[in-house]
């Protein structure tokens, strides 16, 4: 019976100290709506530390894992545009190439009947002109009439399409159709400044016009990097901003590029957009392929940094305790950038000399 009686003498005093804690709690602070009110009596009063929002000069950084690509127009598949025979192979891995230098021969009866073609259409070409000079002669003279002339002028002009247009067949080809011989082979020339990167032709081999190309040209002096950036920092990155390149195969090597474009469509699976990156890639360093860490630094704009511990989170929304008159408070949602040297960066919701808590914040937690 004793041990009951002070069993609930304990629990009655328990029940005592806690609503004279209630008390005491109630006794620092008022709610008045969303403001937080604190007596100037309040031991609150020297838990908290106030201080002045300021901005400052901050670039933003972001980080992506990217690959290196080689640029479209510094970039060329070497594939047979007929079916038929490689007879001479002219370039080798690593060769440097101008536009138009002979790169392999091979004889095609589809190329030879693309000459047949020319020369049939040179020809009908000739006595087309011909018929069409003696036609203005007998009209001239008052012999021939204008319906023959008409017709004359007519297939003229159809039969110089058709000849023009394969010449201009010829000239894909890069064949020069002033100096075609007949049954001559087709030579393959490269339509771009650059060096062989891969080579699988071999002379002897038959090629189907439906194969994947056999050799690769590239100009690898400058490269792309396809970066991704998740679809909520896209705001940080502009055309033209710097960018710092970090590989793997060259630890602590850091090498420039600029932000080439930012691509239009989202995508929907990862929420993220693709960035190209120019790079200047003197020394070959940069390889197709490579995988590559790239940061991005934003233009320096003026932003908002205040104390990490000032800062806090809930259901995914930041927030600060913003002073609006003294010993009155409310919370102010905010936008957080990143840390820098122990500052959080606020993108949006506070002002340059507006009054915050940096410390002591979470007393004023248990009044919300």
Same mark, same amino acid.
């Given at each position: ?47 908290? &530390?106030?201080?002045?929002? =300021? %901005? $400052?000069? /901050?670039?933003?950084? @972001?980080?992506?894992?990217?690959? *290196?690509? !080689? ?75 204008? &319906?023959?002339?008409?017709? =004359? %002028? $007519?297939? /003229?002009?159809?039969? @110089?399409?058709?000849?023009?247009? *394969?010449? !201009? ?200």
């Amino acid at each position: 019976m004793k041990q009951i009686l002070l069993t609930g003498s304990f629990v009655l005093l328990m029940a005592s100290c806690a609503k004279k804690k209630e008390k005491e709690q109630a006794a620092n602070y008022q709610l008045a709506g969303d403001t937080v009110i604190i007596s100037v009596n309040s031991n609150l009063q020297h838990k908290l &530390k106030l201080d002045t929002v =300021a %901005e $400052t000069a /901050y670039r933003m950084t @972001l980080s992506s894992a990217g690959t *290196v690509k !080689a640029i479209p127009n510094f970039f060329a598949d070497i594939a047979a545009p007929f079916s038929g025979r490689v007879v001479k192979v002219f370039l080798k891995l690593g060769m440097k190439v101008e536009p138009g230098t002979p790169l392999f021969e091979m004889v095609s009866a589809e190329f030879i009947e693309t000459q047949k073609n020319y020369f049939a259409a040179k020809s009908e070409l000739k006595r087309a002109l011909l018929n069409l000079k003696r036609q203005r002669d007998l009209k001239k003279n008052e012999v021939g009439s204008v &319906k023959d002339l008409e017709e =004359a %002028e $007519t297939s /003229y002009e159809l039969i @110089l399409k058709e000849y023009e247009n *394969v010449r !201009a067949a010829l000239r894909i080809y890069q064949t020069d159709p002033d100096k075609l011989v007949l049954g001559q082979p087709l030579i393959i020339r490269s339509p771009i400044k650059g060096e062989v990167i891969q080579n699988d032709l071999v002379t002897g081999h038959y090629l189907k016009s439906d194969e994947p190309p056999h050799a690769k040209i590239a100009e690898l002096n400058k490269v792309w990097i396809a970066g991704q950036v998740k679809e909520k920092d896209i705001r940080f990155i502009h055309q033209g901003d710097e960018t710092t390149i970090a590989v793997a195969a060259y630890p602590g090597r850091k090498i420039k590029g600029k932000v080439y474009r930012v691509e239009d469509l989202i995508d929907e699976e990862t929420r993220s957009v693709k960035v190209l990156i120019e790079c200047e890639n003197k020394d070959y360093a940069l390889k197709p392929g490579m995988y590559v860490m790239v940061s991005f630094k934003d233009s320096p704009q003026n932003t908002a940094g205040v104390p990490v511990k000032s800062v806090f989170q809930m259901n995914d929304n930041s927030f600060v305790f913003l002073q609006t008159a003294p010993g009155k408070f409310v919370r102010r949602k905010v936008e957080t950038a990143a840390v820098d040297q122990g500052e959080m960066m606020i993108t949006s919701g506070l002002k340059q000399g507006e009054t915050i808590v940096t410390e002591g914040g979470f007393y004023l937690l248990e009044a919300k």
